[in-house]
Nanobody, 124 residues
Framework: QVQLVESGGGSVQAGGSLRLSCSVSEYTYNSYCMGWFRQAPGKEREWVAGIRKNSVTRYAESVEGRFTIAQDNAKTTLYLQMNSLKPEDTAMYYC??????????????????WGQGTQVTVSS
């Protein structure tokens, strides 16, 4: 059974940093491609960052240069390091797992499994 558990959210002032963690089973990490999404109130869930099995990463334009997606060597934790946070980064953040496709998976429907989410609030 695939289980994803996020942690690390919180409240921070603009310009601050947070690191989100997503606990995954090694089986999950070896079998699926992973991504981070976020959803602000009244908005659609949007893709933030992804990592392929060869560790190649990709970011949404809105977070490029500020956020970093990474995995630990044991492949049991997925991270999202968020620096230079802005009020517009305020959202519920989710990690997700889905079957690896030939193309980058940027849509929520590309993923089968989701964590419960962790709230990030950035004040100005």
């Amino acid at each position: 059974q695939v289980q994803l558990v996020e942690s690390g959210g919180g409240s921070v002032q603009a310009g601050g940093s947070l690191r989100l963690s997503c606990s995954v089973s090694e089986y999950t990490y070896n079998s699926y491609c992973m991504g981070w999404f976020r959803q602000a109130p009244g908005k659609e869930r949007e893709w933030v960052a992804g990592i392929r099995k060869n560790s190649v990463t990709r970011y949404a334009e809105s977070v490029e240069g500020r956020f970093t997606i990474a995995q630990d060597n044991a492949k049991t934790t997925l991270y999202l390091q968020m620096n230079s946070l802005k009020p517009e980064d305020t959202a519920m953040y989710y990690c997700a797992a889905g079957p690896c496709l030939a193309h980058w998976q940027l849509r929520p429907r590309d993923y089968n499994y989701w964590g419960q989410g962790t709230q990030v609030t950035v004040s100005s």
